[in-house]
């Protein structure tokens, strides 16, 4: 049986002694490939656990856990109301509570680095008479609350949710306002809804939740009912320190960022126009690549937050800001959010490096 010596390894295929460092064996002429099938596999579970561990809702393997109902004195991130807090029975010694899986409106769950509140459900009415539902079948709505409580990035999506009507699969209407999706950073929370088209004369509905895409078994489940709790988000307004001003420059990784300008923005589309109670702002950025490679910068990778809560992005400007940037290049463009009129604390986020969830935070004035 051939061996090798210091400095020496054995040819793949004829398994002849030769040098170490040869990519061609002299014996049999045969190309000394490395495994690149073992590195292609490497990578794929490096960027799984990567999307793993960012989220699709940060599910804990200890599944989630009633914290409270909104209203009770020790409800985190809520309003204190006069509803009793949600106490769980005690258990006789030696025993464990089941976990619990589903749960009903006003009801504060964590899960993970995401902390949920179901602040209220009930019958949804469609103004647009072309887009009404099917006949025999209504429209319904659930609101939520998703808090970002841990310490890296993670997304919402209003395609994480699946409904049933009696058990069987309903679906999902997206004419309505306020989506739910949204991308948090550590501390920031989103507010939305989520709207189905269900029977009439549905007598049992629910909504399962998948907080991660790689574990579809497992699921949370809110029970519908036309209900209220009240909810008021109470989040912190404190502005990030450090974060940069219009006119500041800044460097991140591979680029240069010129924070331009930031200004009120009023659409001349009638069509296009913010909610009743906010207004649109937008934000000028000028982006320098100072790598040796290129560079994609866009608006999807920013995200705005007034007083802690996520804001929709408007996208209908002609010089959004989209482009891909060689060594040395620059590019210039604009980000729009709509920020409501009484905020006092609003900042937007620019995604410098998805793989460590690092971003830049720039003031809104």
Request: hydrophobic content about 30%.
């Amino acid at each position: 049986m051939a061996k090798t010596t210091p400095g020496t390894k054995l040819c793949k295929y004829c398994k002849t002694e030769i040098p170490k460092a040869a990519k061609v064996c002299p014996q049999c002429g045969r190309r000394q490939k490395k495994p690149v099938g073992l590195i292609i596999l490497l990578i794929f579970v490096v960027l799984i656990a990567f999307v793993i561990s960012r989220g699709c809702g940060g599910s804990s393997d200890d599944g989630p856990k009633k914290t409270g109902t909104v209203g009770s004195s020790e409800a985190p991130g809520t309003q204190a109301g006069s509803e009793a807090s949600g106490k769980t029975e005690s258990q006789a010694p030696g025993t464990e509570a089941p976990a619990q899986t589903t749960f009903a409106v006003g009801d504060i769950v964590e899960d993970g680095n995401l902390r949920i509140v179901y602040a209220a459900a009930g019958p949804y009415t469609e103004d647009n008479q072309f887009l009404q539902p099917a006949e025999g079948k209504r429209y319904i709505f659930l609101k939520f609350s998703f808090e970002n409580i841990g310490t890296s990035d993670t997304s919402i999506s209003g395609f994480s949710f699946e409904g049933y009507a009696d058990g069987y699969t309903c679906d999902a209407y997206y004419g309505g306002e306020d989506d739910l999706s949204a991308t948090l950073s550590p501390g920031r929370a989103t507010i939305g809804y989520l709207y189905f088209e269900v029977p009439a004369d549905a007598k049992e509905i629910e909504v399962e939740y998948t907080p991660n895409v790689f574990n579809s078994s497992k699921k949370i489940t809110f029970l519908y009912e036309e209900k209220d709790s009240g909810y008021v988000p109470d989040m912190p307004n404190v502005r990030t320190e450090g974060a940069f001003a219009v006119g500041d420059i800044v460097e991140s990784e591979k680029l240069r960022i010129t924070y331009v300008s930031c200004e009120d923005f009023t659409s001349d589309n009638q069509f296009i126009q913010p909610k009743p109670g906010y207004h649109f702002v937008t934000c000028t950025f000028e982006f320098e690549n100072l790598g040796s490679s290129d560079e994609h910068v866009s608006y999807f990778d920013f995200d705005c937050f007034a007083d802690g809560l996520s804001c929709d992005q408007n996208y209908m400007r002609d010089d959004n800001l989209s482009a891909t940037i060689s060594a040395g290049r620059k590019a210039k463009g604009t980000v729009t959010f709509a920020i409501p009129d009484d905020c006092e604390v609003a900042e937007v986020e620019f995604v410098s490096n998805y793989w460590s969830s690092k971003r830049v935070v720039f003031t809104v004035k």
